[in-house]
């Protein structure tokens, strides 16, 4: 089973950026399918980005053009650059790992956007 831990979350003005990191443990992290998912207070976990072991990408319409998701198999880190933040992007962000039937969920890191 692969452990996830979360990272680079925090506090940003509208306009802002931050870098969020998802450290995988072990040695198959370059098969897995990585994705970034966030929930607000009050709604469903919806998808955020996405990246599979071949390198492609899927975004959310709301992120496209802001969002960048990315992975380090060497370091065995699937990384999310979020710039001009908006409010609307407040929320708890998950890094998921799939392979095939398995998922598995990291802790989460909370993102607040605002001035």
């Known amino acids: 089973q692969v452990q996830l831990v979360e990272s680079g979350g925090g506090l940003v003005q509208p306009g802002g950026s931050l870098r969020l990191s998802c450290a995988a443990s072990?040695?198959?992290?370059?098969?897995?399918?990585m994705g970034w998912y966030r929930q607000a207070p009050g709604k469903q976990r919806e998808l955020v980005a996405d990246i599979i072991s071949g390198g492609s990408t899927n975004y959310a319409d709301s992120v496209k053009g802001r969002f960048t998701i990315s992975r380090d198999n060497a370091k065995n880190t699937v990384y999310l650059q979020m710039n001009s933040l908006k409010p609307e992007d407040t929320a708890v962000y998950y890094c998921?790992?799939?392979?095939?039937?398995?998922?598995?969920w990291g802790q989460g890191t909370q993102v607040t956007v605002s001035s």
């Open positions: 998921n790992a799939g392979l095939g039937s398995f998922a598995s």
């Open positions: 072990g040695s198959i992290f370059s098969l897995y399918a």
